[in-house]
């Protein structure tokens, strides 16, 4: 769909920084999370977890913890084999043309554990202490077999397997472009620049561990599981169909969610096993992870092994993108783990103009938590994967950066520009995007600056990114509105609002249609029950797709309300303006209010509407992130003192809602580069399993973040939007690692170093 989006005026509440509807309940502590829910005679569960990463097992008794104070049930894979497993989806053909096996998750493991943290056992009792210590009681036998817990010591001749019937620890393979016309472009090239590098593996960590509780009516037959999530559709759909196999009637409810970033999307064992319990016991069962075990268990992100090369002509031209990636799947085939890398080959030649592409993955099974989708999913890690390859090239040829990406740059007279990845971009000013971003970072005056630290003993360097990311794919997500008596909308969506201020936002779309104050509007998300069906949160597709959507909802029901009125008031419709609450006719003092017109409305049908936006293609967001750092050669310390950005959202709904996604993205990217790694010991041992081993980022870390926006709407959104939850983490890291480089460089002549750039590996590099 290419359209001209409609222009909002100075009034309009479409752009304005409108504070969020939410945050007055959160900042008193009114906030329902699933942890908070307490049902009348709810119980407490424990699951048995593997201390082995790699092992075959058997359960030799149970008797005893059945029998210890308070357990009502122990459950084991035995107990549960007419579940199904935790469904895995979007494998792609690999170059012979078939498709690799899934390796799904079991809700419990049956005979064999394949990471630490593998759940083997389920305990229900009156409290969490007893169930605890009811499962110390559990027999197990372990057989332990050597863990394999890297990609490359995962594809060694002899490495331990972690799935021994597949003969291999490879996952699965995929390729796409042209090796070809690659290798012609490679024998022909000037230059070649190539780069190796690992994308370390990441931790979520959002606020609020994940929790679930499972309810069951026996008179009706139905589950109700109540939980954190990031749409209810999705678990329901899954649970039911292929945990359950169709046979329930399941309803999904998601209270508050304190952070999603993409792994409380997920469907985990603990939500069948909730259920299960619950029926066979006739009370509900609540079940609320640790912080350890979020560690242990929810889905970790990125983790690949990455070989690139680049070919060039004499004046640094592109010619060809060769990409060698080992994509780390974890134990199982998780929800869209194999997914994710794919996301990331269809980015992987960014904003330039690369005639072609060669890139070939290889996932592979190692003894750790499963990897899936964590906020960008793919996209960060193509971005830091061209981005950094640019700077290289730039060095080997000598070249300022930001000259050698304006010779590569996508031109806006080039757009739509369908990339080798087969992205369709539709519009953007790259290069203008970045002289706004230089300009704003005081990028001409680095040198000066330079001097100053040297002068204090310190390092400095000054990096960037360009970044782009497809988001809000095709799809839709439909809005449902309703005048209720008292003259106030509810809006009932399929997304699910993990922190990021949907009450607002989808508030200011309908409000903005039907002349009211956003307080009026009602944002509802969450339950089955009211809606049929949802696509849920990821993908930075809420607000583009289902802000539209709520837009076209409150546009039908203000058509219905003013004819409503019109004849109220007989008057013409044309005529009936909404305002406050009030249909007025215009240049009258004539006006009935909404309450008024909800009271006199005889057909139901007359007070909803619903409205759906279908979008036929991904929005791609893009901007310029600046990075510039000092480092304390002394300590290895990196200090970031200055981070300018220059994005292009399209149309910005609410520019406050946009700087906290931005600043929050920022600071999860600025992780990544420089703080956060999951670290696995050849044993299989998770070494930073808690917050005094995995080091997060803190307010304190960071300076004042400059940000600054240069939208051009996009041509594929109905009102121009372009999405932006995940935007900030996919340009950040890589302008980090730009700047630290770049220090490094001119400090000693070192070209590269690992994620995170931690003061020790720092402080190594500067040393020898």
Not at 169 to 179: E, P, S
Not at 335 to 364: H, K, R, S
Request: aromatic share 8%; net charge negative; proline share 5%.
């Amino acid at each position: 769909m290419n359209v001209a989006p409609p222009k909002f005026g100075a009034k309009s509440l479409i752009g304005a920084a409108v504070h969020r509807k939410e945050d007055d309940a959160f900042i008193r502590g009114k906030g329902c999370y699933t942890s908070d829910i307490r049902k009348p005679g709810m119980l407490e569960s424990f699951v048995v977890r593997s201390p082995i990463a790699n092992a075959a097992f058997r359960i030799t008794s149970v008797e005893d913890a059945r029998s210890a104070p308070g357990v009502h049930l122990v459950l084991t894979a035995d107990d549960i084999s007419h579940l199904g497993t935790l469904t895995a989806m979007g494998m792609q053909p690999g170059p012979d043309g078939t498709k690799a096996p899934y390796r799904p998750i079991p809700v419990l493991a049956a005979d064999r554990v394949r990471h630490v943290g593998d759940a083997i056992a389920f305990v229900v009792a009156d409290t969490l202490d007893q169930a605890k210590d009811a499962a110390e009681l559990i027999e197990i036998d372990f057989d332990s077999d050597d863990a394999v817990t890297t990609m490359t010591g995962a594809m060694e001749d002899g490495a331990p397997l972690v799935w021994p019937e597949a003969g291999s620890n490879t996952a699965y393979l995929f390729a796409t472009g042209d090796q070809d016309a690659a290798k012609k472009a490679f024998a022909n090239a000037a230059h070649v620049t190539s780069i190796d590098f690992v994308q370390n593996r990441l931790v979520s960590n959002y606020m609020e561990t994940r929790a679930a509780i499972g309810e069951y009516e026996e008179d009706a037959n139905r589950f109700t599981l109540t939980c954190g999530s990031q749409g209810v559709h999705g678990q329901r759909n899954i649970i039911r169909d292929g945990v359950f196999g169709g046979d329930i009637d399941l309803r999904v409810v998601t209270p508050d969610v304190g952070g999603g970033f993409g792994p409380k999307g997920f469907v985990y064992r603990e939500y069948p096993l909730v259920l299960e319990a619950a029926k066979r016991l006739g009370k509900p069962v609540r079940w609320v992870g640790d912080r350890t075990e979020h560690f242990l268990v929810d889905a970790h992100g990125r983790d690949n092994t990455v070989h690139a090369e680049m070919a060039m002509d004499e004046n640094g031209k592109f010619l060809a993108l060769r990409i060698e990636l080992i994509a780390d799947m974890g134990a199982y085939t998780h929800q869209f783990g194999v997914a994710i890398p794919y996301f990331g080959a269809m980015m992987a030649t960014g904003v330039y103009d690369i005639p072609v592409l060669d890139f070939n993955l290889t996932g592979v099974f190692t003894n750790t938590a499963p990897v899936d989708a964590y906020r960008g999913a793919g996209r960060p890690e193509a971005a830091f994967l061209i981005e950094k390859l640019v700077d290289a090239c730039a060095r080997d040829l000598g070249l300022p950066r930001e000259e050698l990406r304006r010779r590569n740059f996508i031109r806006p007279d080039q757009m739509p520009y369908m990339t080798q990845g087969g992205r369709n971009y539709d519009v953007g000013e790259f290069e203008a995007c970045m002289e706004q971003a230089m300009e704003n970072a005081g990028w001409a005056g680095f040198e000066e600056r330079l001097e100053a630290s040297k002068a204090n003993g310190k390092l400095r360097g000054i990096g960037m990114s360009y970044y782009i990311e497809a988001c809000a794919f095709a799809g839709s997500e439909p809005a449902y509105v309703q005048l209720l008596d008292d003259g106030t909308i509810t809006m009932d969506i399929g997304t699910q609002s993990n922190g990021q201020g949907h009450a607002t936002a989808y508030a200011q779309f309908v409000a903005e249609t039907l002349g009211l104050d956003v307080d009026k509007v009602t944002v509802i998300q969450g339950d089955t029950d009211r809606l049929a069906k949802g696509g849920g949160t990821g993908g930075s597709r809420s607000i583009p797709l289902g802000g539209v959507s709520a837009y076209y909802a409150g546009e039908a029901l203000a058509e219905k309300i003013r004819k409503l009125a019109a004849d109220e008031l007989e008057a013409s419709t044309d005529d009936i303006e909404l305002v406050g609450g009030q249909a007025v006719v215009a240049g009258t003092d004539k006006s009935v209010s909404f309450a008024d017109i909800a009271a006199a409305a005889t057909n139901p049908a007359d007070l909803k509407a619903d409205g759906e936006f279908k979008q036929d293609e991904a929005t791609y967001p893009n901007g310029c992130h600046i990075c510039e750092v000092e480092i304390d050669p002394a300590t290895g310390v990196v200090e970031i003192v200055g981070f300018t950005m220059v994005d292009d959202y399209g149309l910005t709904v609410n520019p406050m809602l946009l700087l906290g996604q931005v600043h929050g993205g920022v600071v999860q990217g600025i992780g990544q580069a420089l703080y956060e790694d999951a670290v696995y010991d050849e044993s299989g041992q998770l070494l930073t399993a808690t917050f005094m081993d995995y080091t997060m980022p803190r307010a304190d870390f960071f300076p004042n973040f400059v940000f600054d926006t240069r939208n051009v709407p996009s041509t594929t959104n109905a009102l121009g939007i372009k999405g932006a939850g995940e935007a900030a983490t996919i340009g950040s890291t890589p302008a980090v690692v730009s700047a630290v480089t770049d220090a490094l460089w001119r400090a000693k002549g070192i070209g590269h170093i690992d994620m995170p750039a931690s003061p020790q590996k720092v402080w190594a590099a500067l040393n020898g």
